[in-house]
Each structure stands twice: as structure tokens, then as C-alpha cells.
């Protein structure tokens, strides 16, 4: 069985949006990423930190769902990362409230041994000195490493975040900070510069538009389902990327072909992420319901002109 | 063969976008429909009017792409319908400079006698009263009755536009104008209050993030081509239109699983449409240049996941 590595956030998050508020509830990347890659059936391992005032119950529900989390360290004295927004009314803004670092801000990932030979690795969101230090410590090269980042990096560690987006395979990236990250506003054109920076695959997550999956020349648009009410868009883009990963490392594949499929995993995942608070829907999700939304996705895509 | 009756402007437009600038040219809702119909080999005919200031050179165009131009009526003595405006940097957003209605304000369609039982009929963007005009003069019911809009008539003739809207089978419309119409956010929510209106179709243009097309509880989803660089957007939702409008008359095919196909044709012929100044690309296109970028188009949506 393939073995698939998360880096990133495990958290708490406290959301208000036009349809209610939460207190402090489950959250982080690696949260995300790892409830969405559990639907593959491959060996998953979280690498994060956490503080002692993170309850076991969160650290239960995500070895239920079969994450390892041996590599979730927890700081006894320390307390959990926080992050608290407001979402606009148009749901696809918001303002960032509270951002809390506690532990993360001396976060040392550490990898377990036996995952340090694992064929893919994601790297969610973090400083990218962070992000670089799980890859130093793979002991095999990685069959494909993806990497998300955000704005925040490009900001104030933008050296160091080239530096890591030198060694990886795929980049997800929302379209505004792909314009950043280029200083080009064609995303055909902000693509290419990204494959000059080092990773041969680059995606380009346009929330309810849908995502595009660059190589080179090829391009593949796989559209966002469009939903009659978006309810808390927190941790979408997280759940798109743990379903392109661990579609990959299910399938071993990571043909151009393949790639297709994990964008559409990923984005039948983003469109349940976003039905509930948090993690609330990603937590109950059934894998019949995941495959009556494929085809969803199928019809919502798929047209029959010939062509020679 | 099947007969194409277009209502629409045929008129000058003078654009500027961050490339250059232009003087008085082509222009007009019905020549880009009109062009982008001309790709399928039926029956077409444009209904409109121009001043005495036309040039016959540009009726020639229109006649020489096997439109007929017969309905559109020359008032010798008026001006043409002219139209400026100026493209923002993104290109998604625009200024317009001048509206100079001449002889539009008073403009009585006449369509041709041997065109009143034509099967498809495409209302451009006009005054709700002139485009129901059009649909009164039909001696046969048309297959199938398509009309754009636009915020203009929503703002200034609510209950003209409400009264032919309940008479059409398809709607083309912005997602920002589908929201005014309705009140409403999402575009799902906003289309099911546009199916109670009337049209059974509804599609809903979103610029460089592509088409959705409703009916009922089935939706398809036709991206836009990620393109390099737009260089001037107008007359791209005609084309799309003329496109969809030409591609069901050929077809003569109304089912939901077929108007698939004529979004993609539309989306298409678009994404020629902005790679020159106003008609320039339409009007050396060749069917050869459409057929390979259907196959691109093919490439960038479809996807191979095996699910029972």
C-alpha cells in the first residue's frame, strides 16, 4: 500500500459567516487534508503540533479515520494554533480576526521513521523552511510532492519559498496569489513562470470556478459544482489538495491523465467540505455519497460531440 | 435546411483596451451572431436597422458569409447606432464612452416574409418591446426562441422584459445580471427563479470562468478556454450566442444532452472572438481552425474515471 506524508496545521478554528458562528472547533490543513485523503485507502501520516489544551477526542477522531498521528507533537505546556475570520456576505471574502501561532511558531516537523520512504507528500500551508525540512528528511525521493502556500509567504519569506517550490512536483495555488507569486495577470501566462520556478505541475484553485491543472502545453479545467449555498468555504482548498493527493498515491499514477481525475476528486471533496461548519460534513462523509457526486460531476462535465 | 432569424444591432463600435484603440468599427449584436452562426451552414437572416452612413462594404461582409440581409432596413437619412467604450485593465470591467442610439430609438423590425417560419430565432439585446416584435410576427412557433438581455432593461423596462421572457425557450444572461434579476446570490437559486419565469434554459455567461446551462435540476458546465491574453472581450457573449443559436438550428436538436454541445460551440467561437479587435477574427476564421480547437476543448474538460 502506498504511503502518504501530511505536513501542516492541526488547529482550531472559530468561523463566522452569514449563516451562524462557531466557538473554537476542529480545523488546520493537515485536519483538512488528511479527512479527505482517508477516502483512499493509503497510509497516512500527519506531521503537526499541537498544544495540551488540544483535546484527545480531535487527535481519536483523526486515527479513526485512519491517519497515523504519531507525528502530531504535542506540547504539553504549549497551546494550539488559532485562527478565527469572518466571512462577507458573498462568501468568497473574509477577514481574518485572530491569528493565534502559539506552538506552531516553533514548530519542528518531525517525520516517523517508517514513513520516510512514503511515495507521496503533501505539504500544506506552513513557512517554507518548515515545508523544506520535511523534505530533507525523506530517505527515498518522493514519487510526487505537492505544495500549498499562500499570500502571507510570498510577503515575508518569498527567498525561502522559492527555494522549496525548487524542489517540488506540484504546486496548488489560489489565482490571486499565482498573480502575486508572477506579477502576471494571465493565469496561462502566470502557469508558465510557475514551471520556470521548478514545479512541473501547477494548480490554479479558483474557488466556486472551478480549479485548472497546468503541464507545460496541457491544460485541463475541471469546474467547481455549483451549489445553492455555500455554508462555511473554511478548509475547501485543504480539501481539494488531500483529495489530489491521495487519489495519486492510491493509483500510483501520476500521468497528466491521472492528474485529471485527482483534480475531480479533489473537487467533488471541496464541494461537500463547504455544506457544513468546519469539518462537520468531512467527518460523516460516506463513500457512496462521494461516488453519486462523481457522477454529478460527470454530467455537470462531460459532453458528446464527435470529432475526428 | 433549417432557417436562423437574428434580431439584433448591426452598428459602429469604437473600443479601446490596454493594447490600442480603435476608430469606427464593425460592430453590432447581430453581426456577431450572425458571424458565429455563419459556421454552421443554415439559413440565416439579420434583422436590423443602419443609418445611410453604412458602409455597403460592411453589408457585403455579412452577405458574403451567406447572411441575408434583406431585414435589415437602411434609413438613408439617420445615423447608425454607435457605441464607444473603454476596457479596465483586467478586462473584465469596461467604461462606455458614448451610446449614440440614432436610428435604434426607433426601430421597427420587419422580418422577411420567407423567414416567418423560420425554426430557431435569436433576440439579441434589444428593448424587450422590439424583441417581442419579433416573436409577434413568427407565423409558425419557432423550435426554439433564444434571447439575451442585459441590467439596462431590467433597470428601465422591468415588465416589458418580464412579458418576453415568459414567451422564450433560452435565456443567455451574465451572472452578475441573473443576480439582479432575481435577487438572489447563488447562481442555482437564481436559475430556478429564472425557470419560473419562463424560459425553460437558462444559460448563464461568466466571462473568462465560462457557461452554465440549467434546465430544472440538470446542469452543465462549459469552461472558457484559458487564454494567454484576451484582447478585446466585445461581442464575445454574441458569439457564444450566435454560436449556440447556429449550432441548434443545424442540429435541429433540442434535447438538454444536445444544447451541451451548442455551449461548447458557443464557448468556443468565443474564445476566437477576443484575439482581435471587434469582428476581425470572426470574419477569417476557417471551419478548420473551429474544428481543432473543439478538440482542445475536448482535452481541457474530459476525463476518464471508470465509475458504474
Chains 1, 2 share one sequence.
Not at 522559492?162 to 490571486?176: F, P, Q, S
Not at 492528474?259 to 467527518?283: D, P, W
Request: net charge negative; hydrophobic share 45%.
Amino acid at each position: 500500500m502506498s504511503k502518504l506524508v501530511i505536513v501542516g496545521t492541526v488547529a482550531f478554528d472559530a468561523i463566522e459567516t452569514p449563516f451562524g458562528k462557531t466557538n473554537k472547533i476542529l480545523g488546520g490543513a493537515a485536519t483538512f487534508i488528511g479527512l479527505a485523503a482517508s477516502h483512499f485507502n493509503v497510509d497516512t501520516a500527519a506531521v503537526s503540533v499541537v498544544g495540551g489544551d488540544f483535546p484527545q477526542a480531535y487527535l481519536d477522531l483523526l486515527s479513526d479515520k485512519n491517519i497515523d498521528v504519531s507525528g502530531v507533537e504535542i506540547v504539553k505546556e504549549g497551546k494550539t494554533f488559532f485562527w478565527s475570520g469572518r466571512y462577507h456576505n458573498d462568501m468568497n471574502s473574509r477577514d481574518t480576526l485572530v491569528t493565534e501561532l502559539n506552538t506552531l511558531a516553533d514548530f519542528n516537523p518531525v517525520v516517523p521513521v517508517n514513513y520516510r520512504d512514503a511515495e507521496v507528500v503533501m505539504l500544506g500551508n506552513l513557512h517554507p523552511l518548515v515545508q523544506a525540512s520535511v523534505l530533507d528528511q525523506m530517505e527515498l525521493k518522493p514519487k510526487l510532492v505537492i505544495l500549498d502556500t499562500m499570500n502571507f509567504w510570498m510577503d515575508c519569506a518569498l527567498s525561502d519559498l522559492l527555494n522549496v517550490i525548487k524542489r517540488i512536483d506540484v504546486i496548488t495555488i489560489n489565482d490571486e496569489e499565482a498573480r502575486q507569486l508572477t506579477g502576471e495577470y494571465s493565469l496561462v501566462v502566470a502557469a508558465r513562470k510557475i514551471h520556470e520556478m521548478g514545479p512541473k505541475y501547477v494548480v490554479i484553485k479558483k474557488g466556486e470556478h472551478g480549479a485548472l491543472l497546468f503541464n507545460n502545453d496541457y491544460v485541463f479545467y475541471a469546474p467547481a459544482l455549483p451549489l445553492e449555498e455555500v455554508f462555511d468555504p473554511t478548509g475547501a482548498g485543504d480539501t481539494f489538495a488531500g483529495g489530489f493527493a491521495g487519489y495519486i498515491a492510491k493509483t500510483g499514477d501520476t500521468s497528466f491523465e491521472n492528474m485529471k481525475n485527482a483534480v475531480i476528486y479533489g473537487s467533488t471533496l471541496a464541494s461537500f467540505c463547504v455544506e457544513k461548519f468546519g469539518t462537520e460534513r468531512m467527518q460523516n462523509l460516506s463513500d457512496k455519497e462521494v461516488h453519486k457526486r462523481l457522477l454529478q460531476f460527470k454530467q455537470l462535465t462531460q459532453f458528446e460531440i464527435e470529432l475526428a
